[in-house]
């Protein structure tokens, strides 16, 4: 089965412009989640879709980062406007069924830097 | 509060030498689950292994073995007479029964594998 598929691979942007990210999970998950690397630090937890509905959006840094998931399929990650601090690699990841022993299945991320 | 340290930034190994990745944990739960994952060059995350907290017994898979002391709380990773592939990123993580379903990843450590 495919995996975990994230578009655009790279990204870079201005200060101030507005990106969004894709996210496809493996077929017939219907956890998603997200999460970032900042250059060199640990990989963050964002926020956790089950289906369409956001399960837990506590990582989120603040209101200009939006996370949907219309339809609890594909997610997108919206950052408007971005900052600087916002650069860093994103990660999107989905297991099949709710559960903290499940391993999550990452994509290969999404590198965004602001400039 | 969860945390995971993995104190080792960057190791260097020739060929065939044997190397441990350590990785230390910190938790208030008396469930929970660690994880391990490598990053090749291709960016995504693979899952390597999944342990419980009530399982203690080490385990081996191939070259690779991991060792899991909650006297320690530790798990560290051990490859047996490594090979140029097994140079990548490797991350710890961690998720807790009362912390929802976010993982907590350490800072990863980078391995190089020298021929």
């Known amino acids: 089965e495919a995996g975990v598929t994230q578009f655009p691979s790279h990204s870079v942007i201005e200060k101030g412009q507005t990106v969004t990210l894709r996210c496809d999970p493996i077929s017939g998950h219907d956890n998603l989640y997200w999460y970032r690397r900042v250059m060199g630090k640990e990989i963050k937890f964002l926020l956790h879709f089950v289906k369409e509905s956001k399960q837990d959006e506590s990582g989120m840094p603040n209101n200009r980062f939006l996370a949907e998931r219309t339809g609890g399929t594909y997610s997108t990650l919206k950052v408007q406007p971005a900052e600087l601090e916002d650069s860093g690699v994103y990660f999107c990841a989905s297991s099949r069924r709710t559960g903290v022993s499940l391993e999550q299945y990452f994509g290969p991320g999404t590198r965004l830097t602001v400039t | 509060a969860q945390k995971v340290t993995q104190a080792q930034t960057e190791i260097s190994v020739v060929e065939k030498e044997d190397v441990t990745l350590d990785c230390v944990y910190e938790t208030r739960d008396t469930t929970y689950y660690l994880f391990w994952y490598k990053q090749p060059p291709s960016g995504e995350l693979v899952f390597l292994i999944r342990?419980?907290?009530?399982?203690?017994q080490n385990e081996i898979s191939g070259r690779y073995s991991w060792n899991f002391q909650k006297s320690t709380s530790s798990f560290n990773f051990t490859i047996t007479a490594s090979q140029v592939v097994d140079s990548a990123v490797y991350f710890c993580?961690?998720?807790?029964?009362?912390?929802?379903?976010?993982?907590?990843f350490g800072t990863g450590t980078s391995l190089t594998v020298i021929p």
């Open positions: 342990r419980n907290s009530f399982d203690e």
């Open positions: 993580a961690l998720s807790g029964s009362n912390t929802g379903n976010q993982f907590y």
